[in-house]
């Protein structure tokens, strides 16, 4: 009979556990893509990391950047940049066995920030550091966007490091920004001169 156990007979759980892709990229393939991503921790600040394309030919760029992270984070189907940042920007773009939607959007979305969708996984923005950038300070806006601890969206993290901040002192000042924002959003929730309960 189906399901019927037998005296002495074990019984196994299976337990299905879904999780998000770990965003872990080889070293060298993060070189060649000029692709860096922050560790997957509980902490998730406005950027997933940043990308230094070499051009601004979106046709040409983003195959590759997508191909690594189809195998990181899933399919990517669907990503969106900033129309003003990108000067020619095609409908769809070939990524292997699949077709990467583009959308643009104007003041809704940072101009120096590309979103990533996948279907089933979730959402993902990077940091894109112009490809005429010195490659120092690319180093620098890069190693910034893969901290843990950096919480602000990608203008305010160019911004920060224009003014000379290093990466450590980026996060510092990101920290104190998230704290100084979430004092100032809280609502007064108990007067003390108030009844609590009111009839």
């Known amino acids: 009979m189906p399901g019927a156990r037998r005296p002495g007979e074990q019984v196994r759980a299976v337990t299905t556990v879904s999780t998000r892709p770990t965003s872990v990229v080889d070293a060298a393939t993060a070189a060649a893509v000029r692709l860096s991503l922050k560790p997957e921790t509980r902490i998730r600040g406005r950027l997933d990391g940043a990308w230094w394309p070499r051009s601004w030919n979106m046709a040409r760029e983003l195959p590759a950047l997508v191909t690594v992270l189809d195998r990181t984070w899933g399919r990517i189907t669907r990503v969106t940049v900033h129309e003003g940042m990108w ?104 007067d003390s001169q108030a009844p609590l309960v009111q009839i």
């Open 87 to 190: 000067p020619d920007l095609p409908a769809t773009v070939p990524v292997g066995a699949h077709v990467v939607r583009l959308g643009w959007f104007g003041p809704e979305q940072e101009a120096d920030d590309l979103c990533l969708l996948s279907y089933k996984v979730g959402r993902w923005d990077l940091l894109v550091i112009p490809p005429e950038c010195d490659p120092a300070r690319a180093a620098h806006l890069m190693a910034a966007a893969a901290d843990v601890h950096e919480t602000r969206g990608a203008a305010a993290l160019r911004s920060g490091l224009a003014a000379g901040q290093s990466p450590a002192e980026s996060a510092r000042e990101s920290r104190a920004e998230v704290a100084r924002d979430r004092a100032a959003s809280w609502p007064v929730l108990f």
